[in-house]
């Protein structure tokens, strides 16, 4: 794996979700000024790092994920001087920005696509995945037909209007799938990189991958896109080292061996993340099992040779809110996880406060049920929760109708609550380098339906024993260690006395090894 940069060793992301965080132009969308406004309220929260989703021009059918043109802010965000002047600002605060990367698909209001609908060949004929017949379809995939006078399909990537982008066929089987290595392929590739190119020297950190795994088709065992990052890997490493790259991909061996420093634990597949946060009886509402995703997190460790960073977020757009399933003081119990595990950690804008899933929202930009966690968030008790000057029906998505939802405001000004938590858990991983990015982790205990999770962080002679206790009864287990002293305690928190570990019920506790 390439070397990572070294501002990865203790970064602790924030997500934010451009349409939904702050309005500052009053027409009821958030814009790329209003998150340059609120770069210090990230920054005192501790966060030392942005992932910053699509905010490129966009026929807005998939939220900015269905992208017109790479190189240009969507005009209701702002202008390109607004981006990089984000990054500026960002840097002044000694904070990174990842952008949102969307390699496999475009929208079909692209200009590369409606040159690759002409029936004459041109530059962009092989820029997607075609057919040579309008009668067949691309097998495994939903396609466009009968839209130009080109003859053939094209193969999509999720919804009907995102036309998946040519990176070729691992194994060609159709007369039809180009090789890895065609003209087309190569082009395609050769394009993202002038996107990739473009944002890095305007100052841009690095980019998060939407759909990194699903580039090249036909490649069951993802050979063929593990050897495509590698190539976009020796790009990067040759122009911009100190670019940093995570994965939407879930398989961390492969991603990893491609080149990024990063993937995340997704909520579909099989990391067992839903076991703990979402769905079912989460672990961290006190009444689920965690045994599942303690197995498949050592065999991802250990797939992967422990290099790179598994990251493990609180939430994402995609996701139903984490306050939808874990409730009242559990929900710090869930962060002293997410901020003591290894890896960079993400935070979901306004999962600090707890803001909730706003329930029977009409869908917005594609969202459909998604739409209820991509509400706007709540800087105040003022109007629209302090997001946007607008009129309440302007507003892109409504707000929470719920009069006592939580605010930025008060939890800032409120010691004991979940904000404030938040703040203290990040302020004690910085200070402790056993907790952060690379420090290694051995569980101590993980039982099937059972509780504590316990776990010890290591780097050089630090060591520290993490308690967490979710459940409402008191736990316990035993451990072969002694305490040197407690750095964290919620809730009760725990004690190690005589090969035993006690934890209170709903606690959390860090406990410094000697």
Same mark, same amino acid.
């Given at each position: 794996?390439?070397?990572?940069?070294?501002?990865?060793?203790?970064?602790?992301?924030?997500?934010?979700?451009?349409?939904?965080?702050?309005?500052?132009?009053?027409?009821?969308?958030?814009?790329?000024?209003?998150?340059?406004?609120?770069?210090?309220?990230?920054?005192?929260?501790?966060?030392?790092?942005?992932?910053?989703?699509?905010?490129?021009?966009?026929?807005?059918?998939?939220?900015?994920?269905?992208?017109?043109?790479?190189?240009?802010?969507?005009?209701?965000?702002?202008?390109?001087?607004?981006?990089?002047?984000?990054?500026?600002?960002?840097?002044?605060?000694?904070?990174?920005?990842?952008?949102?990367?969307?390699?496999?698909?475009?929208?079909?209001?692209?200009?590369?696509?409606?040159?690759?609908?002409?029936?004459?060949?041109?530059?962009?004929?092989?820029?997607?995945?075609?057919?040579?017949?309008?009668?067949?379809?691309?097998?495994?995939?939903?396609?466009?037909?009968?839209?130009?006078?080109?003859?053939?399909?094209?193969?999509?990537?999720?919804?009907?209007?995102?036309?998946?982008?040519?990176?070729?066929?691992?194994?060609?089987?159709?007369?039809?799938?180009?090789?890895?290595?065609?003209?087309?392929?190569?082009?395609?590739?050769?394009?993202?990189?002038?996107?990739?190119?473009?944002?890095?020297?305007?100052?841009?950190?690095?980019?998060?991958?939407?759909?990194?795994?699903?580039?090249?088709?036909?490649?069951?065992?993802?050979?063929?896109?593990?050897?495509?990052?590698?190539?976009?890997?020796?790009?990067?490493?040759?122009?911009?080292?100190?670019?940093?790259?995570?994965?939407?991909?879930?398989?961390?061996?492969?991603?990893?061996?491609?080149?990024?420093?990063?993937?995340?634990?997704?909520?579909?597949?099989?990391?067992?993340?839903?076991?703990?946060?979402?769905?079912?009886?989460?672990?961290?509402?006190?009444?689920?099992?965690?045994?599942?995703?303690?197995?498949?997190?050592?065999?991802?460790?250990?797939?992967?040779?422990?290099?790179?960073?598994?990251?493990?977020?609180?939430?994402?757009?995609?996701?139903?809110?984490?306050?939808?399933?874990?409730?009242?003081?559990?929900?710090?119990?869930?962060?002293?996880?997410?901020?003591?595990?290894?890896?960079?950690?993400?935070?979901?804008?306004?999962?600090?406060?707890?803001?909730? =899933?706003?329930?029977?929202?009409?869908?917005?930009?594609?969202?459909?049920?998604?739409?209820?966690?991509?509400?706007?968030?709540?800087?105040?008790?003022?109007?629209?929760?302090?997001?946007?000057?607008?009129?309440?029906?302007?507003?892109?998505?409504?707000?929470?109708?719920?009069?006592?939802?939580?605010?930025?405001?008060?939890?800032?000004?409120?010691?004991?609550?979940?904000?404030?938590?938040?703040?203290?858990?990040?302020?004690?991983?910085?200070?402790?380098?056993?907790?952060?990015?690379?420090?290694?982790?051995?569980?101590? =205990? =993980?039982?099937?339906?059972? =509780?504590?999770?316990?776990?010890?962080?290591?780097?050089?002679?630090?060591?520290?024993?993490?308690?967490?206790?979710?459940?409402?009864?008191?736990?316990?287990?035993?451990?072969?260690?002694?305490?040197?002293?407690?750095?964290?305690?919620?809730?009760?928190?725990?004690?190690?006395?005589?090969?035993?570990?006690?934890?209170?019920?709903?606690?959390?506790?860090?406990?410094?090894?000697?």
């Amino acid at each position: 794996m390439n070397r990572q940069p070294e501002w990865l060793n203790n970064a602790v992301f924030y997500e934010v979700y451009p349409q939904s965080f702050n309005d500052t132009n009053g027409d009821g969308i958030g814009d790329i000024p209003g998150i340059t406004e609120k770069l210090d309220y990230i920054a005192e929260l501790g966060c030392t790092a942005l992932w910053i989703n699509p905010c490129f021009d966009s026929p807005f059918g998939d939220a900015g994920y269905d992208v017109a043109d790479y190189c240009k802010v969507a005009p209701r965000y702002g202008t390109n001087d607004d981006l990089v002047n984000l990054f500026s600002e960002a840097h002044k605060r000694g904070m990174h920005v990842l952008l949102d990367l969307v390699p496999g698909h475009t929208s079909w209001k692209h200009p590369w696509f409606l040159e690759s609908m002409k029936a004459e060949r041109n530059e962009y004929t092989d820029r997607y995945v075609w057919t040579n017949s309008i009668w067949e379809e691309p097998t495994g995939y939903g396609s466009l037909r009968g839209i130009s006078d080109r003859d053939g399909s094209c193969a999509v990537n999720f919804f009907t209007h995102q036309p998946a982008l040519n990176y070729g066929y691992y194994k060609p089987e159709r007369p039809w799938q180009q090789s890895m290595d065609s003209e087309g392929a190569i082009a395609t590739r050769n394009a993202m990189k002038d996107v990739m190119r473009f944002w890095l020297s305007r100052g841009c950190d690095g980019f998060r991958v939407d759909m990194a795994g699903s580039l090249v088709k036909n490649d069951e065992d993802g050979k063929g896109t593990i050897k495509l990052w590698q190539d976009v890997r020796e790009f990067l490493d040759a122009e911009f080292p100190e670019a940093a790259m995570v994965s939407e991909w879930g398989e961390p061996d492969k991603s990893l061996q491609g080149g990024f420093h990063m993937d995340f634990l997704l909520h579909f597949g099989p990391s067992h993340y839903n076991d703990l946060f979402r769905y079912g009886q989460p672990f961290f509402e006190g009444n689920g099992d965690c045994s599942e995703f303690v197995k498949k997190y050592i065999e991802n460790c250990e797939k992967s040779e422990h290099k790179g960073l598994i990251c493990i977020p609180s939430g994402n757009h995609d996701m139903d809110r984490l306050a939808k399933w874990v409730h009242g003081d559990k929900l710090k119990t869930a962060f002293a996880f997410l901020l003591s595990m290894p890896g960079a950690p993400f935070i979901y804008y306004g999962d600090e406060i707890g803001m909730r =899933y706003v329930e029977g929202l009409t869908s917005v930009e594609g969202g459909y049920g998604r739409t209820g966690s991509r509400s706007p968030m709540q800087w105040n008790s003022g109007k629209n929760a302090g997001f946007s000057d607008a009129e309440a029906d302007k507003l892109y998505i409504p707000l929470d109708p719920d009069t006592n939802r939580p605010n930025a405001e008060a939890q800032m000004s409120d010691p004991d609550s979940l904000r404030s938590e938040v703040k203290k858990l990040i302020s004690i991983r910085m200070a402790h380098p056993a907790l952060q990015s690379r420090g290694d982790i051995r569980f101590a =205990y =993980y039982g099937k339906e059972s =509780y504590p999770l316990a776990y010890v962080r290591t780097a050089s002679d630090e060591k520290i024993l993490v308690v967490l206790n979710p459940s409402d009864k008191e736990a316990e287990f035993s451990f072969d260690g002694e305490a040197a002293e407690v750095i964290y305690s919620f809730g009760g928190g725990a004690a190690l006395s005589g090969g035993k570990v006690t934890a209170q019920p709903v606690s959390a506790c860090f406990i410094k090894l000697k």
